[in-house]
């Protein structure tokens, strides 16, 4: 079975400040990642590998330092990785494009992973419009999977319900992080990694041309969060009554 | 000449950053509190390839330079100083000499052993009356035939209760001083072998330490490590690997200081603002911060000269003298910032303060260490 997971590098967003003056991320200096939900993705691909057989390819539209962060993805058992090379402004729909191209170029394959959504962005778009480029079945918010032979079940977490779907090959398929732990490295799993071959493709040789982004981000702001800081001094069953009473009005508890 | 760890030596350290988090620091104050030996945590390193970090990959190993070596302690010790002694006994004073002086009969029966954890490595060395002067040990072996047999015991032994594989040292020749001391493999197993008291200790208190009794032990002729008389100097070239260990671990407690120090001092508010708005306590946690980097660096040279296969005793004791009282320097800061409640078990802090001072002690004093360096400046 081939199997694609699409991974994402993103800024570690834990480390990230709000220059208070501009109310701009700061993002120069940040440590880059894979994003949480994506090595979940990987996870379950080499569950899938591991159970029935196959290859694993790492897919990844960014810069071309990205490389290194996909070393991680093949320490962990990926078996190749390929970095897309794409300018930094392109959106959700080049990205899709670009990983359909990429999907396509390496002709067979059978079942393509992702995160529910990246944690820098956290769109969810990724997954979905791909499936729709790619003119697939999608099986979205997964958080269990039973890989066959010839067709997976899964379990999906609709938010007020949970549903159990199955789907014959290709099908593209969105994690949670509930779904696994993905497991880290041994030190002669990393060290193996270095042999496992990474290609850099470019975005406009992929896409035969250059893509334009539909959607133009102009500005990032951090959201102020104001608090009401009021504290509470009187003795402690009064100061228990007062605030289940605000938590009530500012209906908090109901 | 460059100054940066190699992607792959951040690759690791990047994962065992990431397991210390995951898996030791959720349970060490509680290991710590107990006198619990991690034996479920090293069977978890050991799947990682965490105790066969440098032991070559045909024995099961990593095969790995002393650098990511010492990235692998440093990381390990930030959450658990004990786990990060045990993890450098192993590596540097079980397996290292075996590497070195081992048969490859010897190096085939035992660095798999140790490589997946199936026996913990120890290093048996200090005597009752015989710490740093390797030369005042009683501890006797004697060849009967195919066996030498050993009398005497050890004191302060890492791991002692639980290791399997023990480089025992012990004179073979009383007239030949120095040069009549010879080292040993030896298994738990061997008749005659006993583990003597366990230490109640002020830090470290995970990595259970005690002494060793060896009653008439038949120990085989094979496992002799080296030649006979080769003892001192298997010693002394071993405890220099083991001094970077310590180093590492060191600079592992004072960095868990610095980090525990950086977020107290944040959210910790006092005349209406947080403490690390006070110049004090920001000059407190500047000198920290600059004794770990210039403590790091010197680490990561003994290891790089290590990894040259150059002479590395002056090296190797100048990173551990100054990372050991760098991190007694970072947790004794690290405290003061806490205030009163760095004082309690509540806070981390109390913990690092407690295990930091060994660092001075064991594998060499200070004192020694200046010895060292002073011996190799004046002759």
């Known amino acids: ?254 | 000449m460059q100054l940066e760890l190699t992607e792959q030596q951040k690759m690791i350290r990047n994962m065992v950053r990431e397991f210390a988090e995951k898996e030791i620091a959720p349970i060490a104050a509680e290991l710590d509190k107990k006198e619990e030996y991690p034996t479920k945590t090293l069977e978890k390193m050991a799947a990682l390839g965490l105790l066969g970090i440098i032991i070559p990959t045909e024995y099961g190993g990593a095969g790995l330079d002393t650098v990511a070596y010492a990235t692998v302690i440093e990381e390990i010790s930030r959450k658990c100083a004990s786990t990060g002694v045990i993890t450098s006994v192993h590596n540097s004073l079980a397996a290292w000499p075996i590497i070195k002086y081992g048969t490859d009969a010897q190096k085939k029966k035992y660095l798999p052993l140790l490589a997946k954890g199936e026996r913990i490595g120890a290093f048996a060395g200090t005597e009752p009356n015989a710490g740093s002067d390797l030369a005042a040990m009683k501890t006797t072996a004697e060849l009967k035939g195919n066996h030498y047999i050993m009398n005497g015991s050890k004191t302060f032994i890492t791991s002692g209760p639980k290791a399997g594989i023990v480089i025992v040292f012990a004179v073979t020749n009383k007239a030949a001083g120095t040069k009549g001391l010879s080292a040993f493999i030896v298994e738990n197993t061997f008749k005659g072998y006993k583990v003597g008291s366990i230490f109640e200790k002020l830090g470290i208190r995970a990595s259970q330490t005690s002494e060793l009794i060896f009653e008439n032990m038949e120990v085989p002729k094979d496992n002799l490590l080296g030649k006979e008389g080769d003892g001192f100097k298997i010693a002394l070239s071993t405890l220099d690997g083991g001094r970077i260990g310590i180093a590492c671990q060191a600079v592992g407690i004072a960095q868990a200081a610095l980090d525990e120090s950086i977020s107290y001092a944040k959210q910790r508010e006092q005349f209406g603002q947080p403490i690390a708005k006070f110049q004090a306590i920001q000059w407190m946690i500047a000198n920290m911060a600059t004794r770990i980097e210039a403590a790091r660096l010197l680490v990561y040279n003994a290891a790089y000269a290590k990894d040259k296969g150059e002479r590395i005793s002056k090296h190797a004791a100048m990173a551990k003298l100054f990372a050991s009282e760098t991190a007694m320097d970072a947790v004794i800061d690290a405290l003061q910032i806490h205030g009163g409640y760095g004082y309690t078990k509540e806070y981390t802090v109390e913990r690092l303060f407690r295990d930091a001072k060994i660092t001075e002690i064991y594998e060499g004093t200070s004192e020694v260490q200046r010895m060292v360096i002073a011996s190799s400046l004046l002759g």
């Open chain 1, 1 to 254: 079975m081939n199997i694609v997971v699409c991974a994402k590098q993103v800024v570690d967003v834990s480390e990230i400040k709000v220059d208070p003056s501009t109310k701009r991320p700061v993002l120069s200096g940040i440590a880059k990642k894979i994003s949480d939900i994506d090595k979940n993705a990987v996870e379950e691909a080499i569950r899938m590998k591991e159970k029935v057989g196959g290859k694993i390819t790492v897919l990844t539209v960014g810069s071309a330092d990205a490389k290194e962060r996909v070393k991680e993805l093949l320490a962990m058992g990926a078996d190749e990785g390929v970095v897309i090379v794409a300018p930094v402004d392109s959106e959700y729909s080049v990205v899709a494009t670009l990983l359909a191209a990429a999907v396509k170029k390496l002709g067979q394959v059978d079942a393509v992973l992702c995160g529910e959504a990246s944690i820098d962005l956290f769109s969810g778009q990724l997954g979905p419009r791909l499936a729709g480029v790619l003119d697939i079945p999608q099986l979205t918010y997964t958080t269990k999977l039973t890989a066959e032979k010839d067709h997976v079940t899964v379990e999906r977490n609709l938010g007020d319900h949970a549903a159990t779907m199955t789907s014959p090959y290709p099908v593209l398929i969105s994690v949670t992080k509930e779904i696994n732990t993905p497991r880290l490295p041994s030190l002669m799993q990393i060290l193996s990694s270095s042999s496992k071959p990474i290609r850099e493709w470019k975005a406009e040789e992929l896409a035969g041309g250059p893509l334009t982004p539909k959607i133009k981000t102009l500005d990032i702001k951090g959201v102020p969060m104001s608090r009401k800081n009021i504290v509470y001094q009187d003795d402690l069953d009064a100061s228990i009554h007062k605030l289940v009473g605000e938590l009530a009005k500012e209906g908090v508890l109901r």
